[in-house]
Protein backbone atom coordinates (compact mmCIF):
# COMPACT_ATOMS: atom_id res chain seq x y z
CA UNK A 1 0.00 0.00 0.00
CA UNK A 2 1.45 2.94 -1.23
CA UNK A 3 -0.05 6.89 -1.20
CA UNK A 4 2.33 9.27 -3.16
CA UNK A 5 1.11 13.28 -2.70
CA UNK A 6 1.93 15.68 -5.15
CA UNK A 7 1.40 19.21 -6.68
CA UNK A 8 2.73 21.05 -3.73
CA UNK A 9 4.48 24.30 -4.99
CA UNK A 10 5.24 28.37 -4.36
CA UNK A 11 2.03 30.37 -4.84
CA UNK A 12 0.56 34.07 -4.57
CA UNK A 13 -2.13 35.03 -1.77
CA UNK A 14 -5.02 34.21 -4.18
CA UNK A 15 -3.97 31.90 -6.45
CA UNK A 16 -4.43 28.41 -6.56
CA UNK A 17 -2.94 24.80 -6.26
CA UNK A 18 -4.12 21.13 -7.17
CA UNK A 19 -2.72 18.10 -4.97
CA UNK A 20 -3.03 14.93 -5.93
CA UNK A 21 -2.46 11.93 -3.70
CA UNK A 22 -2.15 8.71 -6.14
CA UNK A 23 -2.70 5.57 -4.36
CA UNK A 24 -1.72 1.74 -5.48
CA UNK A 25 -1.56 -1.29 -3.51
CA UNK A 26 -5.12 -1.43 -2.54
CA UNK A 27 -8.74 -0.18 -4.89
CA UNK A 28 -9.02 3.49 -3.74
CA UNK A 29 -12.66 3.72 -4.22
CA UNK A 30 -12.77 1.21 -0.99
CA UNK A 31 -11.66 3.49 1.08
CA UNK A 32 -11.89 7.17 2.65
CA UNK A 33 -8.98 9.34 1.58
CA UNK A 34 -8.04 12.43 3.73
CA UNK A 35 -5.86 15.16 3.14
CA UNK A 36 -4.21 16.80 6.47
CA UNK A 37 -1.43 19.62 6.77
CA UNK A 38 0.91 20.70 9.02
CA UNK A 39 2.16 24.07 9.18
CA UNK A 40 5.64 24.94 10.67
CA UNK A 41 5.32 24.72 14.59
CA UNK A 42 2.07 23.28 14.83
CA UNK A 43 -0.01 20.15 14.66
CA UNK A 44 -0.94 18.33 12.12
CA UNK A 45 -4.85 19.15 11.36
CA UNK A 46 -7.55 17.48 9.07
CA UNK A 47 -8.53 20.03 5.91
CA UNK A 48 -10.76 17.59 4.08
CA UNK A 49 -11.89 13.87 3.30
CA UNK A 50 -14.03 12.11 0.95
CA UNK A 51 -16.31 8.93 2.33
CA UNK A 52 -15.98 5.74 0.74
CA UNK A 53 -19.66 5.14 2.42
CA UNK A 54 -21.05 7.56 -0.04
CA UNK A 55 -18.21 10.08 -1.19
CA UNK A 56 -19.25 12.97 0.75
CA UNK A 57 -16.99 15.26 1.43
CA UNK A 58 -16.02 16.97 4.48
CA UNK A 59 -13.81 19.88 4.94
CA UNK A 60 -12.07 22.06 8.30
CA UNK A 61 -13.87 24.86 8.58
CA UNK A 62 -11.02 27.60 7.68
CA UNK A 63 -10.77 25.58 4.18
CA UNK A 64 -14.78 25.64 3.28
CA UNK A 65 -15.88 27.16 0.12
CA UNK A 66 -11.69 27.33 -0.89
CA UNK A 67 -10.95 23.70 -1.07
CA UNK A 68 -12.28 21.03 -2.81
CA UNK A 69 -12.11 17.25 -3.18
CA UNK A 70 -12.73 14.90 -5.26
CA UNK A 71 -11.69 11.65 -6.59
CA UNK A 72 -10.79 9.27 -9.65
CA UNK A 73 -11.27 6.34 -9.23
CA UNK A 74 -10.48 5.13 -12.58
CA UNK A 75 -6.83 6.71 -11.77
CA UNK A 76 -7.13 5.98 -7.85
CA UNK A 77 -6.37 8.86 -7.19
CA UNK A 78 -7.91 11.94 -5.10
CA UNK A 79 -7.50 15.40 -5.87
CA UNK A 80 -7.62 18.71 -3.87
CA UNK A 81 -8.04 21.83 -5.32
CA UNK A 82 -7.07 24.66 -3.30
CA UNK A 83 -8.37 28.30 -4.27
CA UNK A 84 -8.16 31.65 -3.20
CA UNK A 85 -5.10 30.65 -1.29
CA UNK A 86 -4.26 32.44 2.04
CA UNK A 87 -0.46 32.76 3.81
CA UNK A 88 -1.88 30.42 6.59
CA UNK A 89 -2.40 27.62 4.22
CA UNK A 90 1.36 27.06 4.09
CA UNK A 91 2.13 24.23 5.48
CA UNK A 92 2.98 20.35 4.32
CA UNK A 93 0.12 18.51 3.12
CA UNK A 94 -0.53 14.92 4.12
CA UNK A 95 -3.17 12.44 2.38
CA UNK A 96 -3.80 9.72 4.08
CA UNK A 97 -5.94 6.16 3.90
CA UNK A 98 -8.60 5.51 6.72
CA UNK A 99 -9.27 1.97 7.62
CA UNK A 100 -12.53 1.96 7.26
CA UNK A 101 -15.49 4.30 7.64
CA UNK A 102 -17.06 2.65 10.28
CA UNK A 103 -13.85 3.83 12.38
CA UNK A 104 -13.64 7.40 11.19
CA UNK A 105 -17.32 7.54 12.50
CA UNK A 106 -16.37 6.13 15.78
CA UNK A 107 -13.20 8.05 16.63
CA UNK A 108 -13.51 10.91 14.20
CA UNK A 109 -12.96 12.13 10.84
CA UNK A 110 -9.47 13.90 11.88
CA UNK A 111 -8.65 11.37 14.29
CA UNK A 112 -5.16 10.34 12.71
CA UNK A 113 -6.03 7.18 14.85
CA UNK A 114 -8.58 6.17 12.05
CA UNK A 115 -5.77 6.16 8.96
CA UNK A 116 -3.65 3.38 8.64
CA UNK A 117 -1.59 5.04 5.67
CA UNK A 118 0.13 7.74 5.16
CA UNK A 119 1.70 9.29 1.81
CA UNK A 120 5.20 11.53 2.45
CA UNK A 121 3.67 14.44 2.02
CA UNK A 122 4.18 17.82 -0.26
CA UNK A 123 4.94 21.20 0.63
CA UNK A 124 2.54 24.35 0.17
CA UNK A 125 4.10 28.12 0.30
CA UNK A 126 1.91 31.05 0.11
CA UNK A 127 3.66 33.87 -0.35
CA UNK A 128 4.25 36.96 -1.84
Known amino acids: VQLQASGGGLVQPGGSLRLSCAAS????????IGWFRQAPGKEREGVSC????????NYADSVKGRFTISRDNAKNTVYLQMNSLKPEDTAVYYC??????????????????????WGQGTLVTVSS
Open 25 to 32: GFTLGSFT
Open 96 to 117: ARAASWKLVEAVGVWSESAYDY
Open 50 to 57: TSSKDGSP
